[in-house]
């Protein structure tokens, strides 16, 4: 079987993947209009030449402007409903999904708004699409640690429903350091932990985020490359990186697909997925994301299964969930 016949057969988890970063332009126009909204586009066709981006401000900056169309329950539902269909079709049985609190709080939305409309989601997904989730609450990092701490306390009601705690937004200028506090606080609490860092942030972000938030997997870490020590721990500790290629090119991390590092990763024996961070801002989800890298970086059908394979291993499924995807993708 050829690599790109390969990818829709293989069953893969999905570990770093914005909600709001899967917000359809037609999907935006029309939960704006229904709530009265205005944002500033035209039409479908003007947002979409907006998504030229520089960097990952450049980005964010129109992001946090779509955000604001979201306003009641069901905006959150249909949100995540959609990325869920969006995940069948790609063969996606396993995601775990960021939400960003503070993007919505800020602007007068309850927090139980936004977690009840994305839970409602999950739970009819897992039981009309066979697809599992988990959540991932993110603290907005260009936000205070003071912000942050609360809203580590309006999460604490819904606990049983979260999974995780990360950490997003502008990286340059706000290290792990700044949050290292809080997410004491929240291992404390029993949440998983992750971070962004080595996206646009150097290799220190990401020893920051090992040593100070004591994270269980990194988000796109693909600056560790420039330190080889870290190379070593990642290796050496099983560290996983939610690895996100077609993001990385629109943000300007890298100039090129055929420069990306995700196979040279893979060949050293770190723990490298494939994800789609913001999908509807960068040209495509789980799926368009393997077959750039496949084209690009000529990848064969064992990088495919072992980056599969690492999907699951680096997920936080249970142990025998995790082994029953793995055993299939094997025998695939
Ligand atoms: N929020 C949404 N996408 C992000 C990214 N790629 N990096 C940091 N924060 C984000
Ligand atoms: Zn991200």
Do not use: A, I, T
């Given at each position: 079987m050829r690599p790109l016949d390969l990818i829709q057969k293989l069953p893969k988890a999905e570990l770093h993947v914005h909600i709001e970063g899967t917000f359809e332009p037609e999907l935006m126009f029309e939960i704006a209009q229904r709530n009265g909204v205005n944002i500033p586009f035209k039409n479908i066709e003007e947002v979409k030449q907006a998504y030229?981006?520089?960097?990952l401000q450049s980005f964010l900056d129109i992001y946090y402007a779509g955000a604001n169309a979201l306003i009641h329950e069901q905006d959150f539902y249909d949100l995540t409903w959609a990325y869920f269909e969006k995940c069948k079709a790609d063969y996606v049985v396993h995601t775990e999904i960021f939400f960003d609190p503070q993007t919505h709080t800020a602007r007068g939305i309850a927090f139980e708004t936004v977690l009840k409309g994305i839970l409602r989601a999950c739970q009819d997904a897992e039981q009309k699409l066979e697809i599992s989730s988990q959540l991932i609450l993110c603290f907005?990092?260009?936000?205070s640690e003071e912000d942050a701490f609360k809203t580590l306390e309006q999460a604490l009601p819904f606990k049983q429903h979260i999974a995780g705690i990360g950490l997003d937004s502008s990286e340059l200028g706000h290290p792990p350091s700044k949050f290292e506090r809080v997410f004491a606080q929240a291992r404390a609490e029993g949440f998983l932990i992750v971070a962004h860092a080595g996206?646009?942030?150097?290799a220190s972000y990401v020893w920051e985020a090992l040593d100070?938030?004591?994270?269980?997997r990194i988000d796109h870490?693909?600056?560790?490359?420039?330190?080889d020590e870290l190379l070593q721990r990642l290796i050496k500790e099983r560290m996983p990186l939610t690895v996100c290629p077609l993001s990385n090119l629109k943000l300007c991390?890298?100039?090129?697909?055929?420069?990306?590092?995700i196979k040279r990763l893979l060949e050293k024996g770190i723990c490298v997925t494939v994800n789609s961070d913001d999908p509807a801002y960068f040209g495509g989800y789980m799926n368009d994301n393997f077959i750039a890298i496949t084209k690009a970086l000529n990848l064969s059908n064992d990088d495919l299964k072992a980056l599969a394979i690492n999907s699951f291993e680096a997920s936080f499924l249970p142990e025998a969930q995790k082994q029953y995807w793995i055993k299939l993708i094997q025998a695939e």
């Open positions: 030229n981006f520089h960097n907005l990092r260009h936000l996206e646009e942030g150097p100070l938030l004591k994270v269980n870490g693909v600056r560790s490359e420039e330190d991390v890298v100039d090129d697909m055929k420069q990306h590092n």
